[in-house]
């Protein structure tokens, strides 16, 4: 044990050495990384006609040998995109790492339905698309590469990658690492591709490559809107702003634990971590002394003014003629501040904090910036409302309609069965952290490609499949 973690030790000093050197840290050989992407494209086409001609048994065994190196190297892609990227958790990125690895659906996924009765035999199967163009964010990069790769695999496909430029060489990185663990597992080169020099203008390339089947996003809205107005087959994973709404009836301190570490998990930079959180006033200063007692600083309203300064841009737009008010006042985030902890964004209004601090918590407005914008950052708005009514009300409104994820504290069904109605998110976490939808410390299969825009929903390799019906006439029925 105490080799490996040497082992993993030296790697992660070399691969960081090489990055900071302003290398791509390189395994041996391109590995799926090419200088064009015709040329990653062309690799990538070559490389889905020699999967096709594979048994599904053998596509199984190339999905477990990329779960294998992904698990080995978690600590690596992990300490590489906190330090190209600059933002999250170490320590917290390798369980996404570890999850997106082992919980990702495989081959299993792909299930065939047939009809058989008088005239014969039909059945439904699940086929690839051929190249898919999959663009990933620079807040979960390698968990992406890693769900993407797999899901993507064990539907039959290659793939193409237009990774994020702020975690490019960690990704290139990654991409190399899977691909060689395919190429030892004696499966076909280049199955998984990229370029040297990701980029928007490629990623637009890509999106219009007629080699390229299918486009997957997982990013804000303008890329979400980008492969959705390609004329492709797309599937949109876009925004979040994940409301907790807590209750009277809620396990206070359990639901109190919960955010503070469902906000924290990665700096907040995960789409489905809490944002806000909408609390009935009768039990709102007793929530926040628990979430002060696991992890949560509280600010002053002074300090929340200092930190609106800090951490979001401001824009005055004028309104047109004939509108009440002369301007409107819009926000954007100061990207500087995405995914850094609690005590770097404290540091910088002069609060010093110990390392168990992980959220920085705040009274506020229901139309606060800090509530309506989606940070990726550590801080967490409490709102205070007169009931549960007014707090689903809210908690729909501040979602905006990117029926994303939503979390709810209580112990009422009724009060929980009226949230889930109404918000009508992609994922509903009911008391845990909501990392629980994901398949952390919750049921199910992860995922970290959450398509509400398109409707997939918790993507897995039979989203990237195509329904082919297969008719046989008078035989193979014995009903
Ligand atoms: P981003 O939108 O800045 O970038 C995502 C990817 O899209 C990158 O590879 C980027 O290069 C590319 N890109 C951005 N704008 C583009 C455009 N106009 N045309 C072509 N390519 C473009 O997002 P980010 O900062 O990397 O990630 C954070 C965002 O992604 C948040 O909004 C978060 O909620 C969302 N996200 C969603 C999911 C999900 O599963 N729904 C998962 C992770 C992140």
């Not at 990069?141 to 890693?146: A, D, K, Y």
């Not at 793939?159 to 960690?170: D, G, I, L, R, W």
């Amino acid at each position: 044990m105490i080799q490996e973690q040497e082992l993993i030790a030296k790697i992660t000093a070399q691969v960081i050495a090489q990055m900071q050197q302003g290398q791509a840290a390189a395994v041996p050989e391109h590995y799926g990384v090419f200088d064009s992407i015709d040329g990653a494209v062309a690799a990538a086409r070559k490389a889905y006609q020699s999967l096709r001609a594979l048994p599904l048994e053998k596509r199984e065994q190339l999905v477990g040998a990329m779960r294998k190196t992904a698990y080995d190297h978690a600590e690596i892609m992990a300490e590489m995109a906190v330090t190209e990227s600059g933002m999250g958790r170490y320590s917290d990125k390798v369980i996404k790492n570890r999850t997106a690895a082992l919980k990702t659906p495989g081959t299993e996924d792909l299930k065939t339905r047939a009809w058989s009765g008088d005239c014969g035999l039909t059945l439904v199967e699940m086929g690839p698309y051929g190249v898919i163009g999959a663009i990933t964010p620079t807040t979960n990069p390698t968990e992406t590469l890693i769900c993407n790769g797999i899901g993507m695999i064990a539907a039959g496909n290659a793939v193409f990658f237009s990774p994020h430029p702020t975690a490019k060489n960690t990704s290139i990185w990654t991409i190399q690492l899977l691909n060689k663990a395919l190429v030892e597992a004696g499966g076909p080169p280049n199955l998984l591709t990229t370029v040297y020099n990701p980029s928007i203008a490629v990623a637009n390339a890509m999106m219009k490559h007629p080699d390229v089947n299918m486009l997957v996003a997982t990013g804000g809205p303008g890329v979400v809107k980008a492969v959705l107005s390609s004329g492709k087959k797309a599937i949109g994973a876009g925004a979040g702003n994940p409301p907790a709404v807590v209750d009277e009836t809620a396990d206070l301190e359990k639901a109190a634990k919960d955010i503070v570490a469902g906000c924290s998990f990665d700096n907040n930079l995960p789409c489905i971590a809490e944002k806000e959180v909408i609390a009935v006033g009768s039990i709102a200063d007793r929530l926040m002394d628990y979430m002060v007692r696991n992890g949560a600083y509280k600010i002053t309203p002074q300090q929340t003014a200092e930190l609106v300064n800090l951490l979001l841009t401001v824009k005055e737009e004028k309104m047109a003629e004939g509108c009440t008010a002369k301007t409107k006042r819009t926000y954007g985030i100061n990207k500087d501040y995405v995914g850094k902890s609690a005590q770097c964004i404290l540091s910088k209004i002069g609060v010093t904090v110990k390392d168990d601090i992980r959220v920085i918590l705040c009274e506020a407005e229901a139309d606060h910036p800090f509530v309506l914008e989606e940070l990726m950052m550590p801080v967490l708005p409490v709102v205070q409302v007169k009931d549960v009514d007014a707090a689903i009300e809210l908690a729909v409104r501040v979602e905006h309609g990117n029926r994303h994820t939503a979390v709810m504290h209580s112990k009422n069904v009724d009060h929980l069965t009226r949230m889930a109605r109404a918000i009508d998110t992609t994922i509903f976490v009911k008391n845990a952290p909501s990392y629980a939808g994901i398949g952390v410390g919750g049921e199910g299969y992860c995922t970290f490609t959450i398509a509400g825009p398109t409707g997939e929903g918790l993507t897995s390799p039979r989203s990237f499949t195509r329904a082919r019906r297969c008719v046989l006439v008078d035989g193979f029925s014995i009903v």
